[in-house]
């Protein structure tokens, strides 16, 4: 059968058949960097779609439907503008880091999609310090904004970088506490061990109430370090007009705005990962007849499913949820999502020693 | 005490944020709902708003007739010096002079569809229409004359 592991093994034996280990190593890390960039660049423009078509049919509009059918060019056509514009440098900014800024945004994510396991054996790099690699590496998108925002020289840029850096140190804490949940169940922070234990089910649904809760946590806390609405502080349009973005235009918005969209995919493709099983089929228990129909869906569909659907419930939220003010985002962290996660954590801890969970 | 005050705000926050979910739920899910209007397609089944305010036109009924007293009302309400009423007199039945309405002057271009002047009227003779392809090449061609040519006052309207 035709899978994505079997493409992958067949393309190296080729390349190791033909070159010698090092070449044949260089060469996969170019197919690797070409498949990624491509991925970026069709996940921005697939999502943005799909941001506007959901935002519009929640607001009880059409949105976009005139370029192309059902207005599927819209965001190439939008794409294609960004590139014809010219990418203005203010004449007060600090100009090597604020051209710096995007790329690092922009590396931070793509950093993040090595450790992901796309399908069955479909994998860049299965490091085995995964999850933690992953909640190390998303604190760095931070320093990509607080960087635009200090070198664009505008108040508001500052002001939004300024949130921006309040907001992902205190939800940093509950996303590593929620993940931490799962990474007790598991015993290992292995991303590949973390989707091979939940073959039986997945941990959303092995682990009670108490990973219930975990999730919640976690998606509250995605959303808030994706500056997703109601978290949209660092961009808050109607305060700041665009917060750390301001003064960027033409290519350079265009990739925040494309490193926006990516670290959204990859927070819900994480969430996938720890609490809906990344690319398992869904199994339930004894129905072997069942669990051998979901078998035949091939496994990448799986895990764009529930990544999709994860996103889906961000754009949700998003267009759903007033924004908070700092002083209600802050106070929710601390007072609310930081002592229910710890409290959580001690409930999984005994769950896992106890071993009551399925 | 407290824990209890705890629980409640967290039990009262995502049963408030779950009400909003299901409401914009059932938008995303019922695109029956939409109110877009395709305007260029539509334009012959458009589904205007009642109150929608297109240009302000003078009703005239089958006999050509108008309630239009001439009293300068809307004239007077209106904020921008869109209407210009023209009054001249007539010599009625009785010999007696009596002041009509000789042209009603109204500029399209100026008139901020604010409805004062429908407020105003006494005699209900003038309204909002909901007509809205405004545009023309002749500024000119905005201002117009609201009573018909050769329409008079209806009997009995004073």
């Known amino acids: ?358 | 005490m407290f824990l209890k005050e705890y629980i409640k705000d967290i039990y009262n926050a995502v049963k408030s944020l779950l009400t909003g979910m299901k409401l914009t739920g059932y938008y995303f899910t019922h695109h029956k709902e939409i109110i877009t209007e395709q305007y260029p397609e539509n334009r012959e089944t458009l589904n205007l708003s009642e109150r929608f305010r297109g240009e302000v036109v003078m009703i005239h009924d089958e006999n050509n007739e108008h309630a239009c007293t001439g009293c300068s009302a809307c004239e007077l309400a209106c904020p921008n010096g869109t209407i210009k009423i023209i009054n001249k007199f007539e010599i009625n039945a009785e010999g007696k002079k009596k002041k009509a309405i000789d042209t009603f002057i109204y500029h399209l271009e100026l008139c901020t569809m604010c409805n004062l002047c429908i407020v105003a009227c006494p005699t209900d003779t003038i309204k909002m229409a909901q007509n809205f392809e405004h545009s023309v090449y002749d500024r000119s061609l905005l201002t117009k004359k609201l009573n018909h040519s050769g329409s008079k006052i209806r009997e009995g309207v004073e």
Request: with cysteine.
């Open chain 1, 1 to 358: 059968m035709l899978s994505l592991e079997g493409i992958t093994n067949f393309i190296d034996e080729g390349l190791n058949a033909t070159f010698n280990p090092t070449i044949a190593l260089l060469c996969e890390f170019a197919i690797v960097g070409i498949c990624a960039i491509t991925l970026f660049a069709t996940l921005g423009l697939v999502l943005v779609l799909m941001e506007r078509k959901v935002a519009a049919f929640m607001q009880i509009r059409l949105g976009p439907n005139r370029v192309g059918p059902m207005g599927m060019f819209q965001t190439a056509a939008d794409t294609l503008k960004l590139v014809m514009k010219e990418g203005l440098t203010p004449d007060g900014a600090d100009k090597f880091l604020f051209n710096l800024a995007p790329f690092i945004v922009m590396i931070a994510a793509m950093l993040l999609l090595a450790p992901i396991a796309f399908a069955k054996g479909f994998q860049i790099w299965d490091i085995n310090i995964g999850v933690l690699y992953i909640s190390a590496i998303s604190s760095i998108s931070v320093i990509g904004i607080l960087m635009a925002g200090w070198a664009s020289n505008n108040k508001y840029s500052l002001l939004g970088a300024m949130r921006s850096g309040a907001q992902i140190v205190s939800y940093e804490l509950s996303a590593g506490l929620s993940i931490i949940t799962i990474v007790v169940l598991t015993g290992s922070i292995q991303l590949s061990d973390i989707v091979a234990s939940q073959e039986n089910g997945w941990w959303l649904f092995k682990g009670h109430i108490p990973v219930i809760i975990s999730f919640i946590i976690f998606i509250i806390a995605v959303t808030a370090e994706t500056n997703r609405a109601p978290f949209d502080l660092a961009e808050a349009e109607s305060e700041l007009t665009a917060g750390f973005h301001t003064e960027y235009s033409g290519m350079k918005f265009a990739l925040f705005f494309l490193a926006e969209y990516i670290n959204i995919f990859i927070a819900c493709a994480i969430g996938a990962t720890l609490f809906l099983g990344g690319w398992m089929p869904f199994h339930i228990g004894s129905w072997h007849a069942f669990n051998h129909i979901m078998d035949y869906i091939p496994s990448s569909l799986w895990f764009v499913g529930k990544t999709f659907f994860l996103i889906f419930l961000m754009m949700w939220f998003r267009w759903t949820f007033p924004r908070l003010r700092v002083d209600q985002l802050l106070n929710l962290e601390w007072k609310y999502l930081l002592p229910i996660s710890m409290f959580n954590l001690l409930l999984v801890t005994i769950v896992a020693i106890m071993g009551w969970h399925f």
